[in-house]
């Protein structure tokens, strides 16, 4: 069976199994690779990608959910890197190993698209389910708060 859905703004169509779930779909059958596996339980967020613009964990998202939706992933924040949460985190050398960034990038982009001037609750309430093992959130918040400024500068 196919399941059509959009992917970054453009049309997809996937063969798998309708209860495949989403990150192998996106990963392996479409080859887009920054979407990672991180615990397979949607615990850690390393797989967080956008459906019709929420947040979801891939790895327990299954392909017939999405028929006829539109999915982003971290490729599809921008596609010359330039989307203000990409030149923040690079800004305030947010990443160290990461493994974890793809997911906290979508997770950050799905608060600033609802609330470009997030407190520090905002963002920690957002991210609450994102995991880093380099403990790098510090830095992520004041990314975020970054971001958030250049979107209202822009506006």
């Not at 850690?44 to 959910?65: K, M």
């Not at 949460?85 to 982009?109: D, F, N, R, T």
Request: proline share 5%; glycine share 10%.
């Amino acid at each position: 069976m196919s399941i059509n859905f959009k992917i970054n703004g453009k049309p997809a169509s996937a063969q798998a199994e309708t209860d495949t779930p989403l990150l192998w779909v996106i990963r392996d059958e479409l080859g887009l690779t920054g979407t990672k596996f991180g615990c397979g339980a949607a615990l850690c967020g390393a797989c967080t990608v956008h459906v019709n613009g929420q947040p979801v964990r891939s790895c327990q998202t299954p392909l017939a959910s999405v028929a006829g939706k539109n999915v982003t992933t971290v490729e599809g924040l921008s596609k010359s890197s330039q989307h203000p949460l990409q030149v923040a985190w690079i800004k305030h050398e947010v990443p160290q190993c990461g493994y974890c960034q793809s997911g906290q990038l979508m997770s950050a982009a799905a608060l600033l698209a609802k609330n470009n001037n997030p407190s520090d609750t905002d963002i920690d309430t957002a991210m609450s389910g994102n995991l880093c093992r380099c403990g790098t959130y510090n830095r992520m918040r004041a990314a975020i708060k970054d971001a958030g400024a250049m979107m209202r500068a822009k506006a």
